[in-house]
């Protein structure tokens, strides 16, 4: 007891022998003194005490070394000096004991998976915790046991794990780092250096060729055979171009043609065998040995696997079957089209199609396989797209061994990205149509209820009963005139007025407005290029652009600081609209490499925020009409339709780009305008000249429009302002009526039934050269103009007020 006593406290080792000693001395003088009692003899007490002297002092030289030995064995251990022994360059070492506490580690350890880690809860993926786990129990069950594929950010280990100690209760935890291998690089080099010469020596052609089918590197006799030189560059060139092929299948060197000797293809992947680099085997290089062929030309069977080969690096999707239809190979072209994700393909091409079409597709497999080497096709349904059906070709061999048919199959996701973008197009096209026709129909709606409005409130004056209801109404309705200017401007048919104009100066103009439109708690940031080229666009409708996407702006900062529980009071809370206008060039937009920005100069406007962005799932979106992300009843869904539309119908392009939680920015890109010796005229012009001939008023005015509401306002409003009036319903009767009298003018709407207005203006410019024309329509200026070129043609857009209408007339008049 009192050795084990001294493995926890030194101070008892030498305790313990002192006591032992002072008792046995005790009890020595103790026996002596009884043995005087009893025999009163010195010699026996002599002899006696010698006696006992003999006995302890080979007790005490017994003693000694066994204390000695004791407190070897059991010494205080000394963890610094583990520390140094388990030092390592190359491998992570670590003590843990039963408890799972860390004993001790080297640095690696520390450097590798931080100082706080101990195994098994390392800083690893879920399925490497799982493994260290695993090893865990089976090394304290076993004695010894080992992890692999141990993978964290940054790298892969292999663990070993040994039950160590007296009694078995620490473990000792070494990781190794897993090297990948670059095999791909390695061969190159291989086939490059001396390997590559010497199978050069035995006649072997070598080459490395990446998965699109290009030459990584290549042997000399490779290059000999392939160009003529054995000096030859061939790295980067296609392969497959080096090769051709005969009506036998043989295959031969394109260089020497069918007169010179065949070869035999040994494709070999470069792909790790233990799978370790996790290499995908489809797109993995390849190395090609081509051997000498001196099989006879029906031996098919000995050039299968190079036809294979070849058709592994097709860009078409090519398969084929044995006579039960079961796959032999199949290329990644193929198993792409078909949809199927796995490199190795299913067991039957019937395993790709929906249930529907297995049937079918199996019993024409079965044709082509029994029957005549003929072709043909088969519509199915491949269960990766059920919804299109794809033609899918078959074709019947013979000769190539076990394959009996050749299937074809075309990869079609571009085209169906493309029948998907058309259809948007297609989309996008019938909505604004729709919206076109309904604005239409509606102004003429608006153009009554506005006309009458007016025509009520001059019987009335401010303070009667019935005032402030009509200003109502019509102020309702001139909100309802404003949507459909919305719905015009995205179906393109919105009336503009384009200027040749400088961004920069519609940016200040419209800058006061934008700072008191998004508050204060949002910064606006205006930048400009220099050497800016000229535009032509409506100033005003881009001083609408520019409210609606930083209407837009504002809400996304808003609605992110709100999100993050903001209100945007405190320091760093406020957002940032940041207004810039770019410089871009033939050689930018050449750069930029867009299929939808033609090449040449313009001049962008973007528009940018730090908002909440925009997700990807909806930006494809945005600019259809009555979409959007608001809460219900805070948007319509109509302005960035209305920005895409005057954009277009500008001739400009929008893009928007966002990063949700960063950034959203709209890019508008105007072509630069170059002014003509026309324009600059006609801006010289002063515009007062015409203006100066004196109108005396009143004049004949026949108005031709077939709505009869609209009809009667106009009348009632012309009449009223002194002017002469002759109405007719159609064309027909505009015709009848010019026939009659004289006019000073034709008011005319422009779609009518049986004889629209450009018809009838046509009809009459051929009686009256010089009579003038104000067109009402809610449709664009431009395109009316397109669709009727004559002189001395004006135009009023619908709807408009009893004031408008008065005016556009005396305007024409003056000018006449």
Known sequence: MGALGGEADGTAVQATPLRDWLLLG????????????????PLVIGGFLGGVGVIGAALRLAYRPAQASVSADFATPDWSVTNAAIESADTAMAITDRAGRMVCANALMGEWFGAGAAPPRLPLEKAGVEALED??????RDGSASADALTSASGTWRAELSRVGRGEDFLIWRFKPVVTQNLVADMVGHVSGKLGRALAREGLQAAVVNPDGMVLAANTAFAQRATGHASSEIAGTDFVSYLASDESERVFYAREGGKGTPVRLVHLPVADPDGIANTDPARTASLFLLIDNQHSVGDIRAGLPQIEALL???????AMTDRDGRFLFANAAFLRAAGHEDTIPPPYPA??????????????????AQGQATAGDVAVRLRASPEEPVSLSLAGVRGLGEGAVLLSLKDSSEETRLKREIAQATKMQAVGQLAGGVAHDFNNVLTAIIGYCDLMLMRHTPG???????????????????????????????????????LPDVVAEVSALLKRLIGERITLEVTHDR??????????????????????????????????????????????VKLMTRRVTAADVRAMKSEILPIGDYTALMVEDNGHGI????????????????????????????????????????????????????????????PDAAEIAQAAKPVAAELKRQWSGGGKVLLVEDEDTVRAVAERALVRQGFDVTTASDGEEGLEAIGRGEFDIVVSDV?????????????????????????????AEEQLRREIDIPNMHFLAKPFSVQQICEAVEMVLRGR
């Open 26 to 41: 005790g009890a020595v003088i103790t026996s002596a003194g009884a043995l005087w009692v009893v025999s009163g003899q």
């Open 135 to 140: 090893a865990l129990r089976a090394a304290w």
């Open 312 to 318: 592994a690096r097709l860009p078409l999707g090519l």
């Open 351 to 368: 395993d790709l199609v929906i249930k529907e079409d297995k049937s079918a597709l199996l019993d024409a497999v079965r044709r082509y």
């Open 464 to 502: 009667d009963s019935d005032y402030d209801d009509i200003q109502q109404i019509k102020a309702n309705s001139n909100r309802a005139a404003s949507l459909t200017r919305q719905l015009l401007a995205f179906s393109r048919q919105q009336t503009l007025r384009p200027q040749v104009l400088q």
């Open 531 to 576: 050497d800016l080229g000229f535009v032509r666009a409506d100033p005003t409708q881009l001083e609408q652009v520019l409210l609606n996407l930083a209407v837009n702006a504002r809400d996304a900062i808003n609605d992110k600081l709100a999100a993050n529980g903001n209100s945007g009071s405190g320091k760093g809370a406020a957002g940032v």
């Open 615 to 674: 997700k990807p799932n909806q930006i494809g979106k945005i600019f259809e009409p009555f979409f959007t992300t608001k809460e219900k009843g805070k948007g319509t869904g109509l302005g960035l339709s209305t920005v895409y539309g005057i954009v277009k119908q500008s001739g400009g392009f929008i893009f928007a780009e966002s990063d949700v939680g960063k950034f959203t920015r709209f890019s508008i890109y105007l072509p630069v305008h170059h």
């Open 751 to 779: 779609v009518m039934p049986t004889m629209d207005g450009p018809a009838m203006a046509r009809e009459i410019r051929a009686l009256k050269p010089d009579l003038p024309f104000l067109f009402m329509s809610g449709y």
